[in-house]
């Protein structure tokens, strides 16, 4: 199956995709705000916080000194328009299916499934 | 490098886009919850402003309060802004976000002038007190439930305009 225009290679594994969706919800987010929400270590999201900046699709910033020094991560324009046709790509996949596999799910069915991957990211950590 | 993506390893990653997402709005609401501390410290400003200034002090004197009660505030304001772990992109806010930071200084605004105007006109003792206790009263009865009226749609709201978008 080939994979529609805008779908993005480096946002695709899940830990990234994550991150990504997380920051696209805000201006700027703390390290330790990313690294506890997603459940990851400070090595693994060290280490996707990186490949995604050196993508140049998000902007870390370090401020102050000392033990008051903090991280803050920022999605940058090019990583914003990267998120959303990558979401777009995927609900191109799940419609190009057939209303089947789109609507198929109830919300509940939704919910559950939501709640399972969160569980596989819980257990895989910074698996990619 | 090329991956092929079935539709529903394709669901499940618009499912997992959630998860995160989610997390977001939960801190959100969790800091709407949870700064009483900086109302009552903002309202206390307010008061201690407002009974000062009313005491009939000097130009010079009433400039100086003011311009401590600016710099305070401005303080007050970069200290809870370090704290905050997160901020809501633009996009993500409501009208009623607006709405809750206009009607705010309405109101404050209102209670100072009405609670003046009254005291005034009773002719009341420590008049400057009472205007104080009032609007201070007002501002602490409003921001608490507006900040939380504010905030309780967001999550709603991102999660019907993922609905559309995904509908179309």
């Known amino acids: 199956m080939s994979t529609p225009s805008g779908f993005d290679e480096l946002i695709h594994p899940s830990t990234r995709l994550s991150v990504v969706a997380l920051l696209a919800a805000t201006e700027w987010a703390d390290f330790p705000f990313i690294r506890d929400s997603l459940s990851l270590s400070d090595s693994a999201l060290s280490k996707q916080l990186h490949t995604l900046e050196e993508a140049g699709y998000l902007e870390i910033r370090k401020e102050g000194g000392g033990r008051k020094r903090r991280t803050k991560v920022r999605l940058t324009s090019r990583g914003r328009t990267a998120f959303e046709g990558h979401v777009a790509a995927l609900r191109a996949i799940v419609e190009g299916a057939g209303p089947a596999a789109a609507a198929g799910q109830a919300p509940e069915a939704a919910d559950a499934t939501a709640a399972t991957t969160q569980q596989r990211q819980h257990h895989a950590k910074a698996g990619r | ?168």
């Open chain 2, 1 to 168: 490098m090329t991956t092929t993506v079935d539709a529903e390893q394709a669901w499940q990653d618009l499912q997992r886009i959630r998860v995160p997402q989610e997390r977001v709005y939960d801190e959100i609401e969790r800091t709407a919850q949870d700064d009483t501390r900086a109302s009552y410290t903002t309202a206390a400003l307010m008061w201690m402003f407002l009974a000062v200034s009313g005491l009939d002090l000097p130009g010079w004197a009433f400039w100086l309060t003011l311009t401590a009660y600016v710099a305070v505030l401005g303080t007050l304001a970069v200290v809870y802004n370090r704290r905050t772990r997160i901020r809501l992109h633009r996009s993500r806010h409501s009208w009623r976000s607006f709405a809750t930071f206009f009607a705010g200084m309405v109101v404050t605004l209102v209670a100072i002038l009405l609670s003046g105007r009254l005291v005034e006109w009773l002719a009341l003792p420590f008049g400057s007190l009472i205007q104080a206790t009032v609007s201070a009263a007002a501002f602490l009865l409003f921001v608490g439930p507006a900040n939380r009226w504010a905030v309780s749609t967001l999550r709603d709201r991102a999660g019907r305009a993922t609905h559309e978008k995904g509908v179309r």
